[in-house]
């Protein structure tokens, strides 16, 4: 199966970077590994620092309070992490890419996270970002659910908040 990162794929990368843990270039390859993108060159710590503040444009997106200023967001995320669309023949049949060809770590994960945020938000709905609706949890995710109605990162994290109301409303 041939992935599209541009598409909710990206969307939940975007998610990921801003959740992950990012102290080293191993931290950013195992990001990569995780999400079958292929880095062009192995990471350096230049990666990871560009990658971290790349992390702060994403929670931007994430936490803007409305619709507008998510977009207003978003928009300056693509205007710094991508580039014209291009043709490429790298790595097996010809694709897009929304950058040049052979750009460091950080580049390849600011144009996949903008633009596949940028298709994932506008064909899915701008609602279907967010984070965890679990008062101790902050986790930042990617609604890729059918119904688009998902309000926890995961359903641990949703079993733990349903488990309160019921011991509210039925104390022991």
């Given at each position: ?36 993108l292929?880095?062009?060159c ?24 409305t ?6 967001a ?12 291009r ?16 750009v460091?770590?950080?580049?390849q994960?600011a ?24 008062p ?8 890729v ?28």
């Amino acid at each position: 199966m041939h992935f599209n990162h541009y598409s909710d794929e990206g969307a939940q990368l975007a998610a990921a970077v801003v959740n992950a843990r990012l102290d080293s270039p191993a931290d950013v390859a195992r990001l990569a590994a995780d999400h079958d993108l292929l880095l062009e060159c192995p990471p350096d710590e230049s990666d990871v620092t560009g990658l971290r503040r790349w992390r702060t444009a994403l929670a931007g997106v994430v936490d803007a309070p409305t619709s507008g200023e998510r977009i207003e967001a978003l928009n300056r995320l693509l205007a710094r992490g991508t580039a014209h669309p291009r043709i490429s023949l790298h790595n097996g049949p010809p694709h897009v890419h929304f950058r040049p060809d052979d750009v460091p770590p950080e580049r390849q994960f600011a144009a996949i996270t903008a633009f596949g945020l940028a298709w994932f938000l506008t064909q899915r709905g701008l609602h279907r970002l967010g984070r965890c609706a679990a008062p101790d949890c902050t986790v930042a995710f990617a609604d890729v659910t059918r119904n688009g109605q998902q309000r926890y990162c995961s359903p641990r994290c949703a079993n733990r908040q349903a488990v309160r109301r019921h011991r509210t409303r039925h104390p022991s």
